[in-house]
C-alpha cells in the first residue's frame, strides 16, 4: 500500500535547483535509503517531505489514510540543541504533541507511548535525567524515541548515525531494522553509509539532483549508479 508518492518535484534555493523532477513512491513497509554524494540533495528531498521547505514545482502525496501525523522525523544530530533543560522523558513525550488535537494536555495513552518507546530504546533508567547531562548515544536514543513516539506508519531519519562511535552505531542500525521489520513502520534514511544502505533497505533512491536509480536493493547493487558507488 503506498503512503507517500513524489511527482515531477523541484526544489530551489535563491532560484538554483537543489533537486529536480524527483519521481518515487514509499509503499508500506519499506525501508528505503536515500544515498548519493554530498550536495545531490538527499537531505532537500527530506525536507520537501516534511514541509520544511515549499516545492518549487510538482507534487508530494501522503495518501489517504497517511496523514502528516503519522510521520516521524529525526534531524541530523548536529542539527539538534543538546542544551535545553528538560529530562530524557519530557523530550521524548515531546513527540505526542502533533497527535493530542484538541486536547490540551497530554493524555494516558500519550504518556505510555512515551514509556513504551523508552523501553524500546533500553533508555527507560535515563527517564528523569537531564537531556543535557547524558553522552552522544543516550542523547541519540532519546531524540530516536521521540521521533517514534510520533511516528504511526513512517519514519524518516536524516544520517541518523553521523557522529556516532561504532558500537552505537550499530545499536542504533539494528533498532531501526526492529522497527521496520517486527513493527512495520515505514523508513525513509538519508545515508552516507552505502554498504550499510544495502545491507539494511529493500530500496535505494540514488539521488545527484535528480533520480539516478530508484528501486529495490538488489536491482540496485546490479546498476550503473550502484556499481560506480559502491566502489567508490
Do not use: W
Not at 86 to 93: K, N, R
Not at 105 to 122: G, V, W
Not at 198 to 219: C, E, P, W
Request: proline residues 5%; positive net charge.
Amino acid at each position: 500500500m503506498p503512503l507517500v508518492a513524489f511527482e515531477n518535484v523541484s526544489i530551489s534555493y535563491d532560484g538554483v535547483y537543489a533537486v529536480h523532477d524527483v519521481n518515487f513512491t514509499v509503499e508500506a513497509g519499506d525501508y528505503l535509503c536515500i544515498v548519493g554524494e554530498n550536495g545531490a540533495g538527499k537531505s532537500t528531498v527530506i525536507k520537501g517531505l516534511l514541509s520544511l521547505v515549499p516545492l518549487k514545482s510538482g507534487k508530494i502525496h501522503l495518501i489517504p489514510p497517511m496523514t502528516r501525523r503519522d510521520i516521524g522525523y529525526l534531524p541530523q544530530y548536529k542539527n539538534v540543541r543538546n542544551d535545553f533543560p528538560a529530562s530524557v522523558y519530557e523530550v521524548v513525550l515531546s513527540g505526542r504533541l502533533s497527535k493530542r488535537g484538541i486536547f490540551p494536555f497530554y493524555r494516558k495513552k500519550d504518556k505510555q507511548a512515551a514509556l513504551e518507546s523508552m523501553r524500546q530504546l533500553n533508555i527507560l533508567d535515563l527517564k528523569d535525567k537531564p537531556y543535557c547531562d547524558l553522552s552522544g548515544g543516550q542523547q541519540q536514543r532519546t531524540l530516536l524515541a521521540r521521533a517514534i513516539c510520533s511516528a504511526g506508519k513512517l519514519l524518516v531519519l536524516d544520517e541518523p548515525v553521523a557522529g556516532l562511535d561504532p558500537k552505537v552505531t550499530q545499536e542504533m542500525y539494528d533498532i531501526v531494522k526492529r522497527l521496520n521489520q517486527q513493527q512495520g513502520v515505514a523508513i525513509v534514511m538519508v545515508s552516507h553509509d552505502i554498504h550499510a544502505a544495502v545491507l539494511y533497505a529493500n530500496k535505494i533512491l540514488h539521488m545527484d539532483q535528480t533520480v539516478q536509480f530508484f528501486g529495490s536493493r538488489d536491482d540496485y547493487v546490479n546498476s550503473a549508479p550502484g556499481r560506480a558507488f559502491l566502489k567508490g
